[in-house]
């Protein structure tokens, strides 16, 4: 199995920062693509960042210029690294990965816990 575990969440005031990380174990060939999700209470989960292997990234326009997505491909880690933080960045924030387990294989989603990101006013 994979077990994606995220660490960094927290309680932080606005325009404050904080950095997720997200590490991958378990029986891995090879991460494709991985990512960044939120939800809030009441609302659907979306994408926050995205990172493919080869490093490129996309974001979600209410982050862009204040997040920052980067992997460790040797570690099978991913991180967030959010700035100037704003009560609506408010969320439990979940990792993503595609992860293919055997050479043969196909890939297939995983998910972490979910981490806790409060922004206080």
């Known amino acids: 199995q994979v077990q994606l575990v995220e660490s960094g969440g927290g309680l932080v005031q606005a325009g404050g920062s904080l950095r997720l990380s997200c590490a991958a174990s378990g029986t891995i060939f090879r991460i494709n693509n991985m990512g960044w999700y939120r939800q809030a209470p009441g609302k659907q989960r979306e994408l926050v960042a995205g990172?493919?292997?080869?490093?490129?990234?996309n974001y979600r326009d209410s982050v862009k210029g204040r997040f920052t997505i980067s992997r460790d491909n040797a570690k099978n880690t991913v991180y967030l690294e959010m700035n100037s933080l704003k009560p609506e960045d408010t969320a439990v924030y979940y990792c993503?990965?595609?992860?293919?387990?055997?050479?043969?294989?196909?890939?297939?989603?995983?998910w972490g816990q979910g981490t806790q990101v409060t922004v206080s006013s």
């Open positions: 990172i493919t292997k080869g490093g490129s990234t």
């Open positions: 993503n990965a595609d992860v293919q387990r055997r050479l043969w294989g196909t890939s297939d989603d995983y």
